[in-house]
């Protein structure tokens, strides 16, 4: 009875949570929004391993030759919860908003081969940004005009993928998969224009972008047993892709009295522009020394050419390449210890540090010519605490983190993540034998 009202709940509350702001950083003004982690729990709780992970209990989507590793069906629902506070100069703003992490089952049709189905947001934007000035609006008198700038939206992914393991010899093996990611969402910006002064119209412009589109990437995974240990060594790569787009774009002028707004005129109407959402080519590489159940140590690198990032034809300076630095972990302390449960917990940590996809030296406004490439630093650790008399696991874990840059007008955030999951495991396609 307990483990279908879990079901119950981890099903229903995406719908409690899906339709809310996944960030409110300014910095998800630009470029497709803030990018998201890649990797469910049990990544992310070791700084975001996952390029040489061949976990057999646990989804890895980051690489896909990682699904032919499985022995189990493995279900997994992830969600987070996250706290900001948002610095610039003597001004202070704390968020609290929750979000999906992802959803995911794979399970192995064979001893080499499974496949899997997940969905994970991909990007998300969420900003509300306004400033005022006094400007001369004509040769005599002054006015202060507002801009506002809002945004909200993201991209998300659909994940379809398989694998398959060829047994070179007792101790080798070599697995390759490809996920096919069907890429969705809507991007919207709304820039407004708003003169306090009489005999002046306000201006809006409504922008959105709406993607659908298909796209491929592949992985490979190398395992090889060295006396009682295993090194695996992982590789992923996505290439350019071309993402199907449209765009709407809707600007006309207003006026206010008091808390009324009356309509002006039409300035642009222009619907359904077809065009592409140009994704860059991204490639990572991985290398992990494990010994199965009881603990791993590993490092990735993940690297993305977002300086080709290209929306309609056209590129912008602020976009840079994409550094990522990963180094991470798991402990078992004695994953067969019928006595003691705490034995049986997988303790993870890590920490990663990723540099670019954002030039501040680019923005306007920016009076340092020093700043560089967004920078972001993580440190993360998490439970995996197994389910009595289950295959199954409840994960729990915290992730701290700081970016951006107190320099000129910049923004610093800091912020903590804190994630939870349910992975279930159990064993599909069983045959019955009758005695």
Same mark, same amino acid.
């Given at each position: 009875?307990?483990?279908?009202?879990?079901?119950?709940?981890?099903?229903?509350?995406?719908?409690?949570?899906?339709?809310?702001?996944?960030?409110?950083?300014?910095?998800?003004?630009?470029?497709?929004? #803030?990018?998201?982690?890649?990797?469910l729990?049990q990544?992310?709780?070791?700084g975001?391993?996952?390029?040489?992970?061949?976990?057999?209990?646990?989804?890895?989507?980051?690489?896909p030759?990682?699904?032919?590793?499985?022995?189990?069906?493995?279900?997994?629902l992830?969600?987070?919860?996250?706290?900001?506070?948002m610095?610039?100069?003597?001004?202070?703003?704390?968020?609290?908003?929750?979000?999906i992490?992802?959803?995911?089952?794979?399970f192995?049709?064979?001893k080499?081969?499974?496949?899997?189905?997940?969905?994970?947001?991909?990007?998300?934007?969420?900003y509300?940004?306004?400033?005022?000035?006094?400007?001369?609006?004509?040769?005599?008198?002054?006015?202060e005009?507002?801009?506002?700038?809002?945004?909200?939206?993201?991209?998300?992914?659909?994940?379809?993928g398989?694998?398959?393991?060829?047994?070179?010899?007792?101790?080798?093996s070599?697995?390759?998969?490809?996920?096919?990611?069907?890429?969705?969402?809507?991007i919207?910006?709304?820039?407004a224009?708003?003169i306090?002064?009489?005999?002046?119209?306000?201006?809006?412009?409504?922008?959105?972008?709406?993607?659908?589109?298909?796209?491929?990437?592949?992985?490979?995974?190398?395992?090889?047993?060295? #006396?009682?240990?295993?090194?695996?060594?992982?590789?992923?790569f996505?290439?350019e892709?071309?993402?199907?787009?449209?765009?709407?774009?809707y600007?006309?002028?207003?006026?206010?009295?008091?808390?009324?707004?009356?309509?002006?005129?039409t300035?642009?109407?222009?619907?359904?522009?077809?065009g592409?959402?140009?994704?860059?080519?991204?490639?990572?590489?991985?290398?992990?020394?494990?010994?199965?159940?009881?603990?791993?140590?590993?490092?990735?690198y993940?690297?993305?050419?977002w300086?080709?990032?290209?929306?309609?034809?056209?590129?912008?300076?602020?976009?840079?390449?994409?550094?990522?630095?990963?180094?991470?972990?798991?402990?078992?302390?004695?994953?067969?210890?019928?006595?003691?449960?705490?034995?049986?917990?997988?303790?993870?940590?890590?920490?990663?540090?990723?540099?670019?996809?954002?030039?501040?030296?680019n923005?306007?406004?920016?009076?340092?010519?020093?700043?560089?490439?967004l920078?972001?630093?993580?440190?993360?650790?998490?439970?995996?605490?197994?389910?009595?008399?289950?295959?199954?696991q409840?994960?729990?874990?915290?992730?701290?983190?700081?970016?951006?840059?107190?320099e000129?007008?910049?923004?610093?955030?800091?912020?903590? #993540?804190?994630?939870?999951?349910?992975?279930?495991?159990?064993?599909?396609?069983?045959?019955?034998?009758?005695?």
């Open positions: 009875m307990l483990k279908s009202r879990l079901y119950i709940l981890f099903f229903l509350f995406p719908c409690i949570i899906f339709g809310q702001f996944n960030t409110t950083s300014p910095y998800s003004f630009y470029g497709i929004g #803030n990018l998201h982690q890649t990797g729990s990544n992310i709780f070791m975001g391993i996952s390029n040489a992970l061949n976990d057999t209990e646990n989804l890895n989507f980051q690489n030759a990682s699904y032919s590793f499985l022995n189990l069906t493995s279900v997994e992830a969600f987070q919860l996250s706290h900001y506070n610095k610039q100069g003597d001004l202070k703003k704390t968020d609290l908003f929750s979000n992490i992802g959803l995911g089952i794979g192995p049709l064979s080499h081969a499974s496949i899997s189905l997940g969905f994970r947001p991909h990007s998300s934007i969420g509300n940004i306004e400033y005022s000035s006094f400007q001369s609006v004509n040769k005599l008198d002054l006015a005009i507002t801009y506002n700038f809002s945004g909200n939206g993201g991209l998300n992914k659909a994940i379809l398989a694998a398959y393991k060829f047994k070179i010899n007792k101790g080798l070599i697995s390759t998969g490809f996920n096919l990611n069907y890429y969705f969402g809507t919207s910006r709304i820039n224009i708003e306090d002064s009489t005999g002046f119209n306000n201006y809006r412009e409504n922008l959105s972008t709406l993607v659908r589109d298909f796209q491929l990437n592949y992985g490979l995974i190398i395992d090889k047993t060295i #006396n009682d240990k295993k090194l695996s060594i992982g590789f992923v996505s290439p892709s071309q993402l199907k787009s449209t765009e709407n774009l600007s006309h002028t207003y006026t206010l009295s008091g808390q009324y707004e009356y309509f002006g005129d300035i642009y109407d222009n619907n359904q522009e077809q592409f959402m140009q994704l860059p080519v991204s490639m990572s590489a991985g290398i992990n020394l494990y010994k199965q159940y009881n603990w791993l140590i590993g490092c990735d993940n690297y993305t050419n300086d080709n990032y290209k929306l309609f034809n056209n590129s912008v300076d602020y976009i840079d390449n994409l550094h990522e630095f990963i180094i991470g972990g798991y402990f078992t302390p004695k994953f067969d210890d019928i006595h003691n449960y705490w034995s049986r917990v997988q303790y993870r940590l890590g920490v990663s540090y990723s540099s670019g996809y954002l030039n501040l030296n923005f306007e406004l920016v009076q340092s010519s020093n700043v560089g490439l920078k972001d630093y993580k440190i993360s650790f998490g439970l995996g605490m197994p389910i009595p008399k289950n295959k199954s409840f994960n729990l874990g915290l992730q701290f983190g700081y970016r951006g840059s107190s000129s007008i910049l923004i610093d955030e800091k912020y903590i #993540n804190f994630i939870f999951s349910m992975t279930f495991n159990d064993k599909w396609f069983k045959k019955r034998k009758i005695d």
